[in-house]
């Protein structure tokens, strides 16, 4: 859903801030390094102090390198494979850091509920596994997009969650968020799992063919 957007702010905002690093020399795996390390001190440092509004706000200011790398590399001609490889390496991490910092906060004092500790660290879990679904199936030549919770989409919901309960002082907010994701992200995984399963049967029960 928020994939559309994309075009927008790298050509329209982000534009300068590409055109400024790469006149500085700075490489994208540079800022996708950078931008990973900004997501995870501000989720890591602020969420688990409660600080959920100004911890969203930290993280909002390295969130968007996951659009200027990859800007980065498409202009200077600097895509690779490693490059790829990085990215969405690092994309599990800043994501683990901002599910776990939650789990963090609903794991002390300011949060103080292990339903959603536990409802955190399951949208950690089912977050990655939608991920990891996908690329193990284009591993094996199949196709395993599909869902209805996008790494963006589910960043986006939990981070305007997180945002606007710190800023209203609204615990349902994130708590209601965080339900929508674990059914989503649950959805999600059983479909590419069964989207799998049905290319895997077919392939298993065609003809070999002999050389």
Not at 111 to 134: E, I, M
Not at 155 to 175: K, S
Not at 187 to 201: D, S
């Amino acid at each position: 859903m928020l994939e559309r957007f994309k075009a927008f702010w790298q050509g329209v905002v982000l534009a300068p801030v590409v055109n400024l690093l790469l006149k500085l020399g700075v490489s994208p795996d540079t800022v996708t390094l950078v931008g990973t390390i900004g997501v995870s001190v501000g989720a890591l440092a602020f969420y688990p102090r409660g600080e959920l509004l100004w911890g969203t706000v930290f993280i909002a200011a390295f969130v968007f390198s996951d659009l200027v790398d990859g800007a980065m590399a498409r202009k200077s001609g600097r895509s690779s494979v490693f490059g790829s490889f990085w990215d969405s390496t690092l994309d599990r991490v800043g994501d683990a850091a901002i599910f776990g910092g939650l789990a963090l906060y609903f794991a002390g004092d300011e949060g103080d509920s292990y339903l959603y500790l536990c409802l955190a660290l399951f949208c950690l879990v089912t977050g990655n596994l939608t991920s990891y679904a996908r690329a193990k199936a284009e591993s094996l030549g199949l196709d395993a997009r599909g869902g209805i919770a996008e790494r963006s989409d589910r960043l986006v919901a939990i981070l305007l969650g997180i945002g606007f309960t710190g800023l209203l002082d609204v615990p349902w907010l994130v708590e209601g968020v965080l339900w929508v994701l674990a059914a989503a992200s649950a959805y999600t995984v059983v479909f590419r799992v069964l989207k799998v399963r049905r290319q895997a049967i077919a392939l298993d029960r065609s003809p070999v063919v002999p050389e």
